[in-house]
């Protein structure tokens, strides 16, 4: 018999689109695949020599749990030249990915029956990591003609004595949305209040778009910096998903606990890893420049596509790489004896009649949208936009 964690979790809805896309690709069918967050673009060369020279050097074995100096003080220039904070080398670890620093996070803060406030749509593993470190998700609701940003009036509402932190993540996954300085500050008065923690996971803080701009909520004190846990990573910045190297920055107490879970979860971050993450931080921003600049166009392209397909409208996104359009004026109609009735009735639809793969909005905790990422060329965007719009039509 599992345990009763094993039985509060389920398996990542984006991780479960993507690896079946992947498995009907290699069946050879031709899939287009708008499911998975993960930039198109390679590595960049000078990372991946870093990587070459760290192996050539024998540079293979552990290293320190939370990471190396060399690896935390080029985090901390990073933090000083992009977002204004400073930290010590105290504040800093290392984890693999942004998601294990998420989870150490919550491995470090909860304890049974601590609330965790996140704003939905959401993420998909902020309730499933929250669930399994013993805490109760609280979910506060967005509405798109806000442009999803969060109400912090709402907020408030659902504090309680129990409230232990709040997740933000903007520009957001899956709205591709983000929150403006007045709301941030306003968040952050309410975590000063009434004492709970602010976990603010920037993994997308490059990739906005038009006139916005990044403001990391921690810069906007220090005092709610030191209830601020920022969350980052080279995943998406550098086209680095597979190395796994994520890291956050926050409290020494909190920092503390989170290595010391990590010291007996999975030790350090592979050392290679490490030091292609210094060759990333340290290089130009070029890379990260050009391919925003190529993410944007894609935004332009697909949003244009998706709103000249009659049943379905999507709203500009202003950051990341994911359009979230309403299509549940789609529901109800029918396919022979089968009627669409939700967000992943249509995906699997879409899937399975137009070979298109995209993420089911009630994965995200919105079930009147479905998540395309447009993190794929400009080609196979319109070639996915006619096969959408033909499988559609073909709905009555
Ligand atoms: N946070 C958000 C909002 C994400 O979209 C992702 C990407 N899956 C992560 C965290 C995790 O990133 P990583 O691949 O670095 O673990
Ligand atoms: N950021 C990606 C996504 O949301 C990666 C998949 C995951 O880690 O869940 O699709």
Redesign the pocket.
């Known amino acids: 018999m599992l345990s009763q964690r094993a039985g509060r979790v389920k398996p990542s809805a984006?991780l479960a689109v993507d690896s079946k896309a992947k498995s009907m690709k290699a069946k050879g069918i031709d899939v287009i695949n708008f499911g998975?967050?993960?930039p198109d673009f390679d590595t960049p060369e000078y990372v991946k020599e870093a990587a070459i020279k760290a192996i050539k050097d024998g540079f293979t074995k552990y290293t320190p749990v939370g990471g190396t100096d060399e690896l935390k003080s080029a985090i901390i220039e990073k933090f000083s030249r992009d977002n204004n904070l400073n930290y010590k080398l105290e504040n800093i670890i290392v984890s693999?990915?942004?998601?294990?620093?998420?989870y150490n996070i919550s491995q470090a803060l909860l304890s049974p029956g601590d609330e965790v406030i996140i704003p939905s749509p959401y993420?998909v593993?902020y309730p499933d990591q929250t669930l399994l470190n013993d805490g109760v998700p609280v979910f506060v609701d967005t509405f798109e003609e806000d442009d999803f940003m969060v109400n912090p009036d709402a907020i408030q509402s659902a504090i309680t004595k129990k409230t232990k932190a709040l997740i933000l993540?903007y520009p957001?996954?899956p709205t591709g949305f983000t929150y403006s300085k007045e709301v941030l500050e306003k968040i952050g008065e309410l975590a000063l209040r009434h004492d709970f923690y602010i976990i603010s996971?920037e993994?997308?803080e490059y990739f906005i778009y038009d006139d916005t701009r990044h403001i990391s909520i921690a810069s906007l004190n220090e005092e709610i910096k030191s209830k601020t846990i920022v969350?980052n990573?080279?995943?998406?910045s550098h086209a680095m998903?597979g190395w796994?190297?994520?890291y956050a920055a926050g409290p020494t107490d909190i920092i503390k606990a989170m290595t010391s879970i990590q010291s007996q979860s999975t030790s350090n971050p592979t050392s290679i890893a490490q030091k292609a993450a210094v060759a990333a931080l340290k290089g130009s921003h070029d890379f990260t420049n050009t391919m925003v600049k190529e993410f944007d166009k894609r935004r332009k392209i697909l949003v244009e596509g998706i709103n000249a397909i009659d049943g379905i409208s999507c709203k500009m996104p202003k950051g990341?790489f994911y359009t979230f359009p309403n299509v549940s004026g789609i529901y109800g109609k029918r396919y022979g004896d089968k009627q669409i009735k939700s967000s992943f009735d249509l995906a699997m639809y879409l899937l399975d009649e137009a070979n298109v793969a995209m993420v089911h909005g009630e994965a995200f905790g919105n079930d009147n949208h479905v998540r395309l990422s447009y993190a794929i060329s400009s080609q196979d965007i319109m070639k996915a936009l006619e096969r959408i719009k033909s499988a559609i039509g073909n709905l009555s």
Do not use: F, M, P, Q
Not at 233 to 236: P, R, T
């Open positions: 984006t998975v967050g993960e693999c990915g942004a998601k294990h620093s998420l993420w593993s993540n957001s996954n996971d993994v997308y969350v990573a080279l995943s998406k998903t796994r190297i994520g990341a």
